[in-house]
């Protein structure tokens, strides 16, 4: 049975760092590209950051570059997203996805496999 796992949700200030893990005990984790999305209260989910299946490519939302890295070690099944210089309105949900498929990243609707999801909450 396939189960994907956050962590390292949490409350932080503005400008500070926090760092997601995403442990995927069952998939057969080198074959699945892997992506970070989130959920803030009254909006769709949204893509963040996605990685291949090697980790040599990474993709991330506009409003997350340069602030946020997406990485992945495949002898330990488990996928990281590093926040830095954290804002408010990056407050959500944040998902860890599995998607066999290379391909469109970016679409929610795409991935196989989710994880149950961590809050993050920026205060100002």
């Known amino acids: 049975q396939v189960q994907l796992v956050e962590s390292g949700g949490g409350l932080v200030q503005a400008v500070g760092s926090l760092r997601l893990s995403c442990s995927a005990p069952?998939?057969?984790?080198?074959?699945?590209?892997m992506g970070w999305l989130r959920q803030a209260p009254g909006k769709e989910r949204e893509f963040v950051a996605a990685t291949s299946r090697n980790g040599g490519s990474t993709f991330y939302a506009d409003s997350v570059k340069g602030r946020f890295t997406i990485s992945r070690d495949n002898a330990k099944n488990t996928a990281y997203l590093q926040m830095n210089s954290l804002k408010p309105e990056d407050t959500a949900v944040y998902y860890c996805?599995?998607?066999?498929?290379?391909?469109?990243?970016?679409?929610?609707?795409?991935?196989?496999?989710w994880g149950q999801g961590t809050q993050v909450t920026v205060s100002s």
């Open positions: 069952g998939l057969p984790f080198s074959t699945y590209a």
């Open positions: 996805a599995a998607k066999i498929s290379t391909l469109y990243f970016g679409d929610a609707g795409r991935y196989d496999y």
